[in-house]
């Protein structure tokens, strides 16, 4: 079975503008979830995505939003980038109902 | 709702000696918990899970932690760390989403 394909790795953004990172779920999953990871500190969680509805969301302004296709991939859009969102974004895919989350590796965002 | 602390930030230890990584949870309601692994620049790894029944939970690379209801404790510990162990470990508790700790640095020396 194929994992959590986050894309892409690396980006560096300049204040103020828009950034669009993806994720590809794990197969047989329909749930994603977008977590912040600042440096030194644990993850925290964005929101969550099923039915391509977004279904519980964290502390974060409206500006972070998102989108899950179809094929449960998902999107997470970031729009008017603050210096503080320069973090590691994971994205983790499960079954509704379950107890088990697959993450990505990251998108590491930079923003100067 | 429901929090984690990860009470220590950082723990040293020396290879092949034991070490114990501690996790305090709060939450209104049952959860699961979790430990994860994240080595540098990597993900998330699941080291072991609770969702029920025994306190003890058994994990990949030798780790085992266990659950303890009236502390709302979840530690995690290996009885003898090796070199690759170093690296940043998460408690988590999750009801419909998971919420994350801190993270504890174990840095094993030789």
């Known amino acids: 079975e194929t994992g959590v394909t986050q894309s892409p790795t690396h980006l560096i953004k300049t204040r103020g503008q828009q950034v669009t990172l993806r994720c590809s779920s794990q197969?047989?999953?329909?749930?994603v979830s977008w977590y912040q990871q600042a440096l030194g500190q644990g993850p925290q969680f964005i929101f969550q995505?099923?039915?391509?509805?977004?279904?519980g969301r964290g502390n974060f302004p409206p500006r972070f939003s998102g989108l899950q296709f179809p094929n449960y991939s998902s999107e997470l859009n970031v729009n008017a980038l603050e210096l503080d969102d320069s973090a590691l974004y994971l994205c983790?895919?499960?079954?509704?109902?379950?107890?088990?989350?697959?993450f990505g590796s990251g998108t590491r965002l930079t923003v100067v | 709702a429901q929090s984690v602390t990860q009470l220590d930030s950082q723990v040293p230890v020396f290879e092949e000696a034991p070490v114990e990584l501690r996790c305090n949870y709060s939450?209104?309601?049952?959860?699961?918990l979790f430990w994860y692994v994240q080595y540098p620049n990597q993900g998330l790894q699941l080291l072991l899970k609770?969702?029920?029944?025994?306190?003890l939970v058994k994990g990949i690379n030798g780790f085992e932690a266990e659950i303890n209801k009236s502390q709302t404790s979840f530690h995690l510990r290996k009885p003898s760390v090796h070199i690759s162990d170093t690296a940043e470990y998460f408690c988590?508790?999750?009801?419909?989403?998971?919420?994350f700790g801190g993270g504890t640095r174990l840095m094993v020396k030789p």
């Open positions: 983790a895919s499960s079954l509704v109902g379950s107890d088990g989350y697959t």
């Open positions: 197969s047989g999953h329909n749930t």
């Open positions: 995505y099923y039915r391509e509805e977004e279904n």
């Open positions: 939450s209104s309601v049952s959860v699961y």
């Open positions: 609770y969702l029920s029944g025994s306190t």
């Open positions: 988590a508790v999750t009801r419909n989403m998971l919420t």
